[in-house]
Structures are given as structure tokens and as C-alpha cells.
């Protein structure tokens, strides 16, 4: 299994331009989550997902979209970049929604940069 | 106020030392709560993960603890390793919620 990938791995965008931060799970996780990071502040969640067609929004969402219409993908879309949305995002999933064994899989992170 | 406090924020230590990292959570009603290792430039991992009636849990050279009735976890890193430079992040699930809090991260240098 490849676990979580996260394309692509570095990214510099402009003010105002969008993009679409890329992920994917090949362990038929239920749940999947957009978390960013940034220094000295702990991961935050942006959108979550607990299964195919049903996402909802985290803790920072403004300026964020996501979709799930297959269980392996969960994009996230920048609709117009902002510098605030420097960061590093992280995708990760988990088999179930549920909290017993909520061991969160991390992809490897996009680092994205708006000038 | 982050409901998941770290400390140190960093530390330095050489090879073969042991450390403590310490954890401090005000979130309720607490469900589990697990210490994920960050190298740099990665995702983070998990190492261990503990639930209401676990006080102690080993995995290799980590060792953490919680104490529920003081809400506080640590982990112990024994006979540090230059590989185990990294971050340590301290996450705490919610027994009736989908999200997790997260602690900023204890940053771990080990130094030859």
C-alpha cells in the first residue's frame, strides 16, 4: 500500500490565483481530513470527511473547499490565494469515524507558499 | 487558548540521554490520547496511544503516561538515538466529537 498521497509537495502561488492540493488513501479509510500547520501552533483542521459525499468543515475552513465523491479521494481547493494560506497542509485518513481507534494516517504534506 | 498545552517547546540532548516531554490537556469528556513523532519534512506518526485506564505504554525506547485525574501525559525517550530527532505531538480525541486537538509539538534534537 502507498498509504496517503499528497501532490504536489511544494507549490508558490500569486494572490488571488487558485489551485487544487491533490490526496489520496489506497486503505479504504471512511475518514479523511485537511489539516494545516503552522510554526508554533499545533495542526488544525480545516475540512473532514467520514465517508464518500458527506464532508463538513474544521476548525479554519474560510477559503477552502473540498468534495469526496470516491471513498480514496479528498481534494482540497484554494479558491483565491491569500498569503495567510502560507503553510504546510496535510492530508490524512482513518479507517473508521469512529474515536475508539482513531490513529490518524499523515500524507507527506504540501508546502505551499503565496506571494 | 490551545486546549492541548506541550513543554518544552525544544530541547537539546545528547546521544545515549534520556528526556521528558510533557503534555497538559483541559479538553472533556476525553476519550484517548496519543503522541504522534513528526520527522522533518514528513507527516507525523503515531508511537502510542493511550485511553482513560491506561496509565503506562511502552513502544521500543518511548514510554508514555497519563494521568486522567490531572489531565497530563509524558513521554520518555530513553537512550536517545540521533534518530529520534524530531517533533513530538501530543493529540487528544474526544469521546463525542469527529476532532482532535492538537498540541503545538515538543521539537527534539539529538546531538552526537
Known amino acids: 500500500n502507498a498509504g496517503v498521497t499528497q501532490t504536489p509537495k511544494f507549490q508558490v502561488l500569486k494572490t488571488g490565483q487558485s489551485m487544487t492540493l491533490q490526496c489520496a488513501q489506497d486503505m479504504n479509510h471512511e475518514y479523511m481530513s485537511w489539516y494545516r500547520q503552522d510554526p508554533g501552533m499545533g495542526l488544525r483542521l480545516i475540512h473532514y470527511?467520514?465517508?464518500?459525499?458527506?464532508?463538513d468543515q474544521g476548525e479554519v475552513p474560510n477559503g477552502y473547499n473540498v468534495s469526496r465523491s470516491t471513498t480514496e479521494d479528498f481534494p482540497l481547493r484554494l479558491l483565491s490565494a491569500a498569503p495567510s494560506q502560507t503553510s504546510v497542509y496535510f492530508c490524512?485518513?482513518?479507517?473508521?469515524?469512529?474515536?475508539?481507534?482513531?490513529?490518524?494516517?499523515f500524507g507527506p504534506g504540501t508546502r505551499l507558499t503565496v506571494t | 487558548k490551545n486546549q492541548v498545552e506541550q513543554s518544552p517547546q525544544s530541547l537539546i540532548i545528547l546521544e545515549g540521554k534520556n528526556c521528558t516531554l510533557q503534555c497538559n490537556y483541559t479538553v472533556s469528556p476525553f476519550s484517548n490520547l496519543r503522541w504522534y513523532k513528526q520527522d522533518t519534512g514528513r507527516g507525523p506518526v503515531s508511537l502510542t496511544i493511550?485511553?482513560?485506564?491506561?496509565n503506562t505504554k511502552s513502544n521500543g525506547r518511548y514510554t508514555a503516561t497519563l494521568d486522567a485525574d490531572t489531565k497530563q501525559s509524558s513521554l520518555h525517550i530513553t537512550a536517545s538515538q540521533l534518530s529520534d530527532s524530531a517533533s513530538y505531538i501530543c493529540v487528544v480525541s474526544l469521546s463525542n466529537d469527529y476532532k482532535l486537538s492538537f498540541g503545538a509539538g515538543t521539537t527534539v534534537t539529538v546531538r552526537a
Open positions: 493511550m485511553t482513560f485506564s491506561e
Open positions: 470527511s467520514v465517508g464518500a459525499g458527506i464532508t
Open positions: 490524512a485518513s482513518s479507517p473508521t469515524a469512529g474515536q475508539i481507534t482513531n490513529e490518524q494516517y
